[in-house]
């Protein structure tokens, strides 16, 4: 599986803080403990990065990704009743507009939920990455 032990980590970051702070707080709270409880697994992270995307080889917009792990795993944080399919397609894209293969969904709702999605760089119709210089 694809950065397995790197993944195993951030999940049991999301736990840790979804165990502490529990259920209620607005995205913002979740990001900043997250953030906080990777340092403290001394995992190099990002947070609020801007992502450019593209359509035609012209920029059209941007994207913040929460958190970016190592430069290797975006970390899309929710606090929804549950996971949908556009949180899910949000995620998916801020992998199609960089060179970072795995993304990582969390929620913080009633119930913890997560999701891994992977989109690998060789279905990706540029080679390029999405990251402000």
């Known amino acids: 599986m ?18 502490t702070l529990g259920y209620g ?34 920029q059209v917009g941007d994207y913040f990704a929460d958190i970016i792990v190592e430069n290797k795993v975006i970390i899309e944080l929710k606090a929804a009743e549950n996971l949908c399919y556009e949180h899910e397609c949000q995620l998916i894209n801020y992998l199609k507009a960089t060179n970072i293969e795995l993304g990582l969904l969390f929620n913080f709702g009633k119930d913890p939920q997560f999701k891994r999605k992977i989109f690998t760089n060789d279905r990706k119709e540029h080679k390029y990455n999405g990251f402000s210089e």
Do not use: D, P, S
């Not at 694809?2 to 165990?19: G, M, P, R």
């Not at 906080?36 to 593209?54: F, H, P, S």
């Open 2 to 19: 694809l950065e397995q032990e790197l993944t195993n980590e951030i999940i049991k970051a999301f736990y840790q803080v979804y165990n």
């Open 25 to 58: 707080f607005l995205e913002k709270v979740y990001e900043n403990a997250m953030y906080l409880e990777l340092n403290k697994l001394g995992l190099a992270c990002k947070r609020q990065e801007r992502i450019k995307v593209y359509y035609e080889e012209v």
